[in-house]
């Protein structure tokens, strides 16, 4: 074991709570995405690609409505239990057994935390943007990750799938950053720097 991997050893040892971003960590998004792309009447697979473009731009993914030419949305979908990684729930619950607190965090509307705490998770806190009116990457948003796991922020974790909104900011806010190797942000920015810990799955 190298000085590295023991340094990352004790700050693994220091954690009592672990934040785990939403959308494409926990979530699988393509159920969602299907729906809005049949709700804005555009093919599924071109709604995915032009997805991929915008991410690989660096763009808001909001930015998919005007290049494809369409109106936004006017309704979500809902986040239902079945949308969930099949790792993720498995998690949540070891995580809980092994006495950990566990936080969810995200650039969510404000109906996902009413539902998220409705699907009977066994979590702490849910900390969404439409909730806190900032968005991620915001210093602020991690700031009150933080303050929300009530602990200093070397003893929380945080777990998310974007090296631009998830890993870079949440090691700025002094949290140990995970990068989530999985969905599409994940794999257009994995070549990024920035990442400091990364899983590719969460079992
Ligand atoms: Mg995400």
Same mark, same amino acid.
Not at 60 to 63: F, I, N
Not at 190 to 196: C, D, R
């Given at each position: 074991m190298g000085a590295a991997d023991r340094a990352e050893g004790a700050r693994l040892g220091e954690l009592r709570t672990v934040v785990f971003d939403i959308g494409e960590t926990l979530v699988d998004e393509t159920r969602a995405w299907g729906l809005v792309a049949r709700a804005v009447g555009v093919p599924a697979l071109t709604l995915f690609a032009a997805l991929g473009v915008v991410i690989e731009r660096g763009e808001?993914?909001?930015?998919v409505w005007p290049l494809l030419g369409v109106d936004a949305p006017s309704v979500i979908p809902t986040i239902e239990r079945s949308d969930f990684y099949p790792d993720a729930i498995p998690t949540l619950e070891a995580l809980r057994r092994a006495g950990y607190g566990i936080g969810l965090a995200g650039n969510q509307p404000a109906q996902a935390s009413g539902e998220l705490r409705a699907l009977g998770l066994p979590v702490d806190f849910v900390v969404t943007s439409a909730g806190l009116g900032v968005r991620k990457p915001a210093p602020e948003f991690f700031a009150s990750v933080v303050a929300a796991a009530g602990l200093p922020a070397a003893q929380v974790a945080h777990v998310g799938d974007r090296v631009d909104n998830d890993v870079v900011p949440a090691a700025g806010a002094g949290m140990f950053s995970v990068f989530l190797i999985r969905g599409p942000w994940a794999h257009a920015q994995?070549?990024?720097?920035? &990442? &400091?810990t990364r899983w590719e799955s969460l079992g």
């Open positions: 808001d993914h909001r930015q994995k070549s990024l720097p920035g &990442a &400091a």
